[in-house]
């Protein structure tokens, strides 16, 4: 929902609870964050980490 982004009023808060959780992260920094976090734990990336550790433990 688009309305958990509306400054001031949305998830992030304002004043202490924003301070508190967020810091002086921006909205823009947030999203970027979440995007990262999304992709570094997606089934793919993780199957392909896995893979790429198991290759190295069976080569030594």
């Not at 001031?8 to 979440?34: I, N, P, Q």
């Amino acid at each position: 929902r688009l309305s958990l982004l509306k400054p001031g009023e949305g998830f992030m808060g304002k004043g202490a609870y924003k301070a508190h959780f967020f810091g002086s992260l921006t909205l823009r920094d947030l999203l970027l964050y979440g995007a990262k976090e999304k992709v570094r734990f997606a089934r793919p990336y993780l199957n392909r980490q896995h893979k790429k550790l198991y290759q190295k433990r069976a080569a030594s």
